[in-house]
């Protein structure tokens, strides 16, 4: 998202966040949001997210498509390096945060805004490669990171969505979702994904086997000896 004198300019998903973060922005900063969702590949039908962002309390919402992009400037070179995440699975989700910091960076330039938002708990690592990339590219930018900010559980965010007739994608039932992109996805769930991958390290710890994740393609641990290939 992106947040102007007007309002932030916010990186939705619409997913349940970032479709909460858009209306509690409205509300704790007086300020309008124009929101930005990045196409790697992760949905089908974007123009559904965009006026569901609209109807949440967005004052424009944009689309746009990064997959030629992501795959040419990060999938593939992550594949040529053979990089892994903690020696264990290939990155996946984790490679398209720079790239969405950045179009999220040229869209604030382009709509003159001050602020950017995006959906990052404090928990993960996505927190520092969004606030770093922003950082990095728009230093003179302010960071709005709501659910960083907000005290609220993920069932308090749900009641919050009914209450302003939010419409959101998971219930008190089924609260979390599925990350993905073109190169693979990342199911979220209770259990944080580090100590997932600190188990999934303990099973292949010690054998010389390639060392695969179901929430990723498979690939060799070592990088392939002709990258260029």
């Known amino acids: 998202m992106t947040c102007t004198g007007r309002g932030p300019e916010t990186c939705g998903s619409g997913g349940l966040d970032t479709s909460v973060a858009i209306r509690w922005i409205n509300e704790k900063y007086d300020l309008d949001v124009i929101a930005v969702t990045v196409d790697v590949g ?6 559904i997210v965009r006026q569901k ?5 967005a004052i424009q919402a944009f689309i746009s498509d990064a997959k030629e992009s992501f795959v040419r400037d990060f999938a593939i070179p992550s594949l040529q390096a053979g990089t892994l995440y903690q020696n264990v699975y290939p990155l996946a989700t984790a490679l398209a945060r720079p790239l969405i910091a950045k179009i999220l960076v040229d869209y604030a330039r382009q709509e003159g805004a001050g602020y950017v938002a995006h959906g990052c708990t404090g928990k993960g690592n996505d927190q520092v490669r969004f606030d770093v990339s922003i950082q990095a590219l728009a230093p003179d930018l302010k960071i709005i990171a709501p659910v960083r900010e907000w005290s609220m559980t993920r069932d308090d965010e749900i009641r919050y969505a009914q209450h302003h007739n939010i419409q959101i994608p998971v219930t008190a039932e089924s609260p979390y979702s599925v990350d993905a992109n073109l190169w693979g996805p990342i199911r979220w769930t209770p259990t944080c994904g580090a100590a997932a991958s600190r188990r999934a390290s303990s099973r292949t710890r010690g054998t010389s086997r390639p060392k695969t994740h179901t929430n990723g393609p498979s690939i060799r641990a070592s990088p392939p000896r002709n990258p260029r290939t």
Do not use: S, W
Not at 42 to 47: P, V
Not at 53 to 57: P, Q, V
């Open 42 to 47: 992760n949905e089908k039908d974007f123009e």
């Open 53 to 57: 962002a609209l109807r949440t309390g």
